[in-house]
């Protein structure tokens, strides 16, 4: 992992905890439970040049299709 992936992992894990009015913590629990975390790290070459917002969808679908229920 590169120094720059934990400041982005970070970024993504506060904004999807502020977009569903989730804690930090709860945030992260749901993102590592529903595989959104591994995504992070596996795409972040692609990831981190969209928009936040683009990515906060993409982490979205995937934990929804490995069973997370946020709409």
Same mark, same amino acid.
């Given at each position: 992992?590169?120094?720059?992936?934990?400041?982005?992992?970070?970024?993504?894990?506060?904004?999807?905890?502020?977009?569903?009015?989730?804690?930090?913590? @709860? @945030?992260?629990?749901?993102?590592? @439970?529903?595989?959104?975390?591994?995504?992070?790290?596996?795409?972040?070459?692609?990831?981190?040049?969209?928009?936040?917002?683009?990515?906060?969808?993409?982490?979205?679908?995937?934990?929804?299709?490995?069973?997370?229920?946020? @709409?």
């Amino acid at each position: 992992m590169s120094k720059y992936e934990i400041p982005f992992l970070t970024a993504c894990i506060q904004a999807f905890g502020r977009r569903y009015a989730m804690t930090r913590q @709860a @945030a992260y629990r749901y993102l590592q @439970a529903y595989k959104g975390l591994a995504f992070l790290i596996e795409f972040y070459d692609v990831e981190h040049l969209q928009s936040m917002e683009e990515t906060l969808d993409d982490l979205l679908m995937v934990c929804q299709r490995n069973g997370g229920t946020l @709409a």
